[in-house]
């Protein structure tokens, strides 16, 4: 089965905007799903340059799925999501 | 609750503002590009997440960005468009001196602190209630427990021991979380903070849910320094090297590119600090005081001043980091103005009472700065520091590391017995308020104090959540010499 792939992104806007309080899912995601979900916290993904979103940062993707305004619960529930689809 | 997670939604909102301030700010029109932020924040047929309606959301959005541009909300008439209050705080010169301000449009939400019976009371037999009341404040009609409000006293010892936890104990955030009594809500219920009280610990701000209680920002005053070609010099204090996930080189060099001359350690004051205050230390213990208390943080001075003057003979007459610091900084620039960077709201405080720091920057604003001119830290090569400070100076930002640092010099026969206060509350003041009157603190001989849990790193206002700042922090204090080797030179 392929493995969910979750990309925290720790560029500065989305570190300031709230993506701090997202490191957390780094611990939290293999605790939960083991080997069936990849996490790690990656450089800009360039989302929030563009116009004005840096409002809706901290972005999260989740395999290719953009999260805005990302929150743990969020991206718990998308993996939930993915993983319930595979 | 974990050290320093404000709700993150309300910090969202207010870091949102402040780069949306700063963008207006450097563009072509501030004022009325100040006046469309809660229409492009709010703009038509958009979503209401929060309020009743679309209006509401920009009348708040509206107050908010009055705290942004620095001045206070509670003074500011109703009328005044944004453009014009915009115009005021750029041609202000002298920034105020209350470092809080309260909205009251969003603090509406809160009913009064009372104890309150809820659906779940059985009206039972025992009714341990009415006995648990010492003011006779409870009695059963219809089958059910009534508080009487004349003579209730919120004790909520009727809560504690219902059996059916049908009693509930309603709190208002801010008032709770004050540790000193300085925020309640007047008659109108309305939260008023008393200024005379308050020792800007910035509790209240991280407690309210609704995010009403906001920190008047200096923002303005520094990028118009900047804009008018003034020499400003960073003061980092060490906290800063947690808040974001680059080295504390590449942090130097993303700052300086926002328009400072320089970027100075905070940690080079705190190695001033750590030698006076062992010396001083050790001078107390020879001359028979029982304990001494630390002074380097701002709320805790504050606290002194306002609340505990019996405490000052026991407090350290060494003055704090940013004094040092800011003293070393003016006397090689004297043309230069300070700007200190701070985890907290308290040092607002003190720098306006030292002549030497000339604004304050907190580390969110200093986020949102970097959000709004989308600088990313990473992409800096990085360069060091002009001097560098010592492990025990970089550690002051971690509850116990000023106490460890004052214990680095002090011999094997002279070594503190340190008592840590973890963090300002109703119960520490209590017992400090104890020490103060019996002269003596049965627990150690050097009462390290910090306002916030977890030291600077658990300050109100900055970006980084605890463990991930303190892991950052402690692997620069890693690389860092001994403060004995950097004092000697």
């Known amino acids: 089965m392929e493995k969910v792939s979750v990309k925290v992104c720790l560029g500065t806007t989305c570190f300031v905007m709230g993506s701090a309080n997202l490191q957390e899912l780094i611990d939290i995601v293999p605790q939960k799903y083991g080997d069936k979900v990849d996490v790690s916290g990656v450089p800009c993904l360039g989302l929030c340059a563009t116009d004005w979103e840096f409002s809706k940062a901290p972005y999260v993707k989740v395999d290719n799925d953009v999260i805005k305004e990302a929150t743990v619960e969020k991206v718990l529930a998308a993996v939930d999501a993915k993983l319930g689809k595979k | ?489």
Request: aromatic share 6%; with cysteine; glycine share 6%.
């Open chain 2, 1 to 489: 609750m974990a050290i320093n997670t404000p709700p993150k939604q309300t910090s969202h909102l207010k870091r949102e503002i402040l780069v949306r301030l700063i963008k207006a700010y450097l563009s072509d029109n501030f004022e009325e590009a100040t006046r469309m932020i809660p229409y492009d924040m709010r703009p038509k047929g958009s979503e209401v997440p929060y309020r009743c309606c679309i209006h509401k959301e920009r009348a708040i959005l509206r107050d908010r960005t009055i705290a942004g541009l620095g001045l206070s909300i509670e003074n500011a008439d109703d009328t005044e468009l944004l453009s014009t209050l915009a115009r005021k705080a750029e041609e202000r010169t002298e920034i105020e001196k209350n470092p809080l301000t309260v909205l009251h449009t969003a603090c509406q939400g809160c009913v009064p602190s009372r104890i309150y019976v809820t659906d779940l009371c059985q009206g039972c037999v025992a009714r341990p209630c009415q006995s648990a009341c010492k003011f006779g404040a409870i009695k059963v009609e219809n089958g059910k427990s009534v508080i009487d409000p004349e003579k209730c006293k919120n004790c909520g010892m009727c809560a504690q021991v219902c059996p059916y936890q049908a009693i509930a104990k309603i709190i208002v955030p801010c008032e709770n979380a004050c540790p000193v009594g300085a925020i309640a809500k007047d008659e109108n219920g309305l939260a008023q903070i008393d200024f005379d009280k308050c020792i800007s610990c910035g509790k209240c701000v991280s407690a309210c849910p609704f995010g009403a209680v906001h920190k008047k920002s200096q923002l303005i005053d520094i990028l118009k320094a900047i804009k008018n070609n003034e020499k400003l010099v960073a003061m980092v204090a060490p906290a800063i090297f947690g808040q974001l996930p680059c080295t504390p080189q590449q942090l130097k060099d993303a700052i300086l590119s926002l328009g400072f001359a320089d970027v100075i350690e905070v940690a080079e004051g705190a190695d001033i600090t750590t030698k006076n205050e062992a010396a001083e230390f050790k001078e107390r213990m020879e001359e028979g005081q029982k304990f001494m208390t630390t002074s380097c943080c701002a709320g805790y001075n504050e606290l002194v001043e306002k609340h505990v003057p019996e405490l000052k003979p026991f407090r350290s007459e060494t003055k704090t980091p940013a004094y040092y610091t800011a003293e070393i900084v003016k006397k090689e620039n004297p043309n230069a103005k300070t700007v200190f960077f701070s985890p907290c709201i308290a040092k607002r405080r003190e720098a306006t009472q030292n002549p030497n720091i000339d604004f304050v920057l907190n580390y969110d604003e200093l986020g949102a700065w970097f959000v709004a001119l989308n600088v990313q830290v990473t992409n800096f090569e990085g360069s060091d520091f002009r001097k560098e400070s010592s492990a025990q100076a970089r550690n002051f930002a971690v509850t116990g590391g000023v106490a460890g640092a004052v214990n680095s010099l002090l011999e094997d026969d002279e070594k503190a017995k340190p008592y840590i206060v973890d963090g300002l509350n109703k119960q520490s003041i209590r017992d400090l308020k104890k020490f103060a009157k019996n002269g003596v603190c049965e627990f150690g001989n050097l009462i390290e104090v910090m306002a916030c849990p977890g030291g600077c790193l658990g300050g109100s206002n900055t970006i980084n959540a605890y463990k991930p700042a303190l892991k950052q922090l402690t692997a620069y204090v890693g690389e860092s010499p001994e403060i004995k080797d950097v004092i000697k030179e």
